[in-house]
């Protein structure tokens, strides 16, 4: 039985704003690099590659690539909002400190799925960015949302925010959804469904923070910046 009612979707779809955190994994450069010996060799593979691609849906067509990448693909991994057969879905995070955790988690969940991983530690680097979320989103913190706040908080069971995603998608009436995060009890994250409600703010700055992760924590340093994620499977 779905936890929530359907005329909540006529009461509380509210429009709504927030800049959101988004770290995404910044090594695609080097991995090119290591198979060319030239720039301009460099630069033919990006191209090679960029045709390569599924196309974009329409809605995302002239977003910057680190807002519609994730319109792009249909990961067979599923997220929180996104089962492995779901349109994309853009993640993101209000603090920083919140974002971090949940790429912390994330290559945590890549180290202890990977056979050959999950016994050692993993380092990547990874680009940090804010865009702009606006228009009309479902509220899980407030009422009447909130109610169901059980179903939205499941550590792994993410069955309940699935189904709520989709059925947001077929009552066409919401943009994005706003919830608080399971692994950073507090801080508050954005699952974007419609690309049209992204934008990259006018004087956005990306941060470049290095992840090393094992199998009891994950560490995030930039500059003189750290977080430190300890892991709840």
């Known amino acids: 039985?779905?936890?929530?009612?359907?005329?909540?979707?006529?009461?509380?779809?509210?429009?709504?704003?927030?800049?959101l955190w988004r770290g995404v994994e910044a090594q695609h450069k080097v991995a090119t690099?290591?198979?060319?010996?030239?720039?301009?060799?460099?630069?033919?593979?990006?191209?090679?590659?960029?045709?390569s691609k599924p196309?974009?849906?329409?809605?995302?067509?002239?977003?910057?690539?680190?807002?519609?990448?994730?319109?792009?693909y249909r990961s067979p991994h599923p997220s929180r909002f996104r089962s492995g057969t779901d349109a994309g879905v853009w993640y993101g995070a209000k603090e920083r400190e919140t974002a971090c955790t949940e790429v912390g988690y994330w290559r945590w969940r890549f180290l202890m799925d990977s056979a050959g991983l999950r016994g050692g530690e993993l380092v990547t680097e990874h680009t940090f960015f804010q865009a702009q979320a606006r228009g009309p989103a479902v509220d899980l913190t407030r009422e009447p949302w909130s109610r169901a706040a059980e179903a939205w908080k499941q550590r792994n069971d993410y069955a309940p925010c699935q189904a709520l995603a989709r059925a947001v998608r077929a009552h066409g009436k919401a943009q994005w959804i706003r919830y608080e995060s399971v692994r950073r009890p507090g801080g508050l994250c954005g699952a974007v469904l419609a690309p049209q409600a992204l934008s990259l703010p006018e004087a956005h700055k990306l941060e470049t923070w290095v992840c090393k992760v094992n199998a009891k924590q994950a560490l995030m340093l930039h500059d003189e910046d750290r977080v430190t994620v300890p892991i709840e499977a």
């Open 33 to 51: 690099m290591r198979l060319v010996d030239s720039l301009d060799d460099q630069a033919e593979l990006e191209r090679l590659l960029e045709a």
């Open 1 to 19: 039985m779905q936890p929530w009612r359907d005329e909540w979707f006529a009461d509380s779809v509210r429009p709504a704003s927030a800049l």
């Open 55 to 72: 196309p974009l849906p329409p809605a995302a067509q002239g977003l910057h690539y680190l807002l519609s990448t994730p319109f792009r």
